[in-house]
């Protein structure tokens, strides 16, 4: 039903093949999209690179988000190579261990402007990034989850992270909408995933939510990429500023 042959697609965040990242990748690439993937550091190239090769990436580069010469740099090299940008898929979130295992109230205020950093203003420095590339329109997309609307236990401080990123959403669209950029949040439940492994007792959370979600199904990265890829098309154009629950319903369920 809908198309991204041509567009050209970014998407920071990939780590390993179990990454939302790469689940979203893999999706726009298979509805025809041109992709450039970013990893973090030397560390991470190993990892990264092959998936994206195997992805067929037109680039890949090095992205620290805390770095404004590697945003640059990416948006200088997307700038030569297509002169212009369609999508991006932001997924990315950090806090330091001791603030997410500890009582929200007791996060350091360090800690706190890290994570902020990290998971909520590197979205918005992509897309301000990005916006002059988009002349025709473009979608953004980052990835949330339900411990920004209640308490999840154990989630910790990226519960008010992530509610100051679906507000960035929010504030985003509506900057945006008349230029034809649309703002979104992904919504997975719970996924295991590297990133999920750093939460205390994620286990468990997983567990309930394959026996209470209405579907008995934890969603999976193909999931979450098939909805990415619909509101990268022009068939979304119409949509912008949610919030946008992937979970088989568990997210209903009080």
Same mark, same amino acid.
């Given at each position: 039903?809908?198309?991204?042959?041509?567009?050209?697609?970014?998407?920071?965040?990939?780590?390993?093949?179990?990454?939302?990242?790469?689940?979203?990748?893999?999706?726009?690439?298979?509805?025809?999209?041109?992709?450039?993937?970013?990893?973090?550091?030397?560390?991470?190239?190993?990892?990264?690179?092959?998936?994206?090769?195997?992805?067929?990436?037109?680039?890949?580069?090095?992205?620290?988000?805390?770095?404004?010469?590697?945003?640059?740099?990416?948006?200088?090299?997307?700038?030569?190579?297509?002169?212009?940008?369609?999508?991006?898929?932001?997924?990315?979130?950090?806090?330091?261990?001791?603030?997410?295992?500890?009582?929200?109230?007791?996060?350091?205020?360090?800690?706190?402007?890290?994570?902020?950093?990290?998971?909520?203003?590197?979205?918005?420095?992509?897309?301000?990034?990005?916006?002059?590339?988009?002349?025709?329109?473009?979608?953004?997309?980052?990835?949330?989850?339900?411990?920004?609307?209640?308490?999840?236990?154990?989630?910790?401080?990226?519960?008010?992270?992530?509610? !100051?990123?679906?507000? /960035?959403? %929010?504030? +985003?669209?509506?900057?945006? *909408?008349?230029?034809?950029?649309?703002?979104?949040?992904? &919504?997975?439940?719970?996924?295991?995933?590297?990133?999920?492994?750093?939460?205390?007792?994620?286990?468990?959370?997983?567990?309930?939510?394959?026996?209470?979600?209405?579907?008995?199904?934890?969603?999976?990265?193909?999931?979450?990429?098939?909805? !990415?890829?619909?509101? /990268?098309? %022009?068939? +979304?154009?119409?949509?912008? *500023?949610?919030?946008?629950?992937?979970?088989?319903?568990? &997210?209903?369920?009080?």
């Amino acid at each position: 039903m809908f198309d991204l042959t041509g567009q050209k697609a970014l998407v920071v965040g990939v780590a390993n093949d179990q990454s939302i990242a790469y689940g979203c990748a893999k999706a726009f690439k298979a509805q025809g999209a041109d992709l450039a993937i970013t990893y973090l550091n030397e560390k991470a190239e190993p990892f990264v690179r092959p998936l994206a090769e195997e992805l067929g990436a037109d680039i890949i580069m090095p992205l620290d988000v805390r770095s404004e010469d590697q945003l640059d740099a990416l948006f200088g090299v997307i700038s030569e190579k297509w002169g212009r940008l369609d999508t991006i898929l932001h997924s990315i979130a950090f806090s330091k261990k001791e603030d997410l295992h500890g009582r929200v109230i007791d996060c350091s205020a360090d800690g706190f402007g890290l994570a902020m950093d990290i998971s909520v203003h590197s979205f918005l420095r992509l897309i301000r990034r990005a916006e002059p590339l988009m002349p025709h329109g473009g979608t953004c997309m980052t990835v949330s989850f339900m411990g920004a609307q209640k308490v999840v236990d154990n989630y910790g401080v990226m519960g008010p992270v992530k509610a !100051a990123l679906e507000a /960035a959403v %929010r504030y +985003a669209a509506s900057e945006l *909408g008349p230029k034809g950029i649309s703002v979104h949040a992904l &919504s997975p439940g719970p996924l295991k995933t590297r990133a999920a492994s750093g939460i205390a007792e994620f286990d468990v959370l997983l567990d309930d939510a394959a026996k209470r979600a209405p579907t008995h199904h934890l969603a999976t990265i193909e999931d979450t990429g098939a909805y !990415a890829a619909f509101l /990268a098309s %022009r068939e +979304a154009f119409n949509v912008t *500023g949610g919030v946008h629950p992937i979970d088989g319903g568990y &997210s209903i369920i009080g």
